[in-house]
C-alpha cells in the first residue's frame, strides 16, 4: 500500500491544502485518515482517494437545449 507523506499531499492537492491545515486536521481528527509511525505522519494513498470521493461535489446535469432555441 502506497503511502505521501505531508508535503506529498500538499503537492497532490496543488498547494490548496496547506502543511498547517493537514497538522489541524490531524489534531482535531478530521479530514483524511492517516498512520503514525513515530514522529512520521503518512496518508495511504487509498484513504485519500476515499476523501476525496466523500468530498466530491456531484452537480446536477446541464439542460440541453433542443436545436431551435440555440440558435
Known sequence: M??????EVVSRYRNQVSEGTLRNWL????????????KAVLYP??????WERRN????RPTRVLPLQEAA
Open 45 to 50: 494513498l487509498v484513504e485519500l482517494k476515499a
Open 2 to 7: 502506497p503511502f505521501l507523506t505531508v508535503n
Open 56 to 59: 466530491l461535489v456531484v452537480c
Open 27 to 38: 489534531s482535531m481528527r478530521v479530514g483524511p485518515s492517516f498512520v503514525k509511525l513515530g
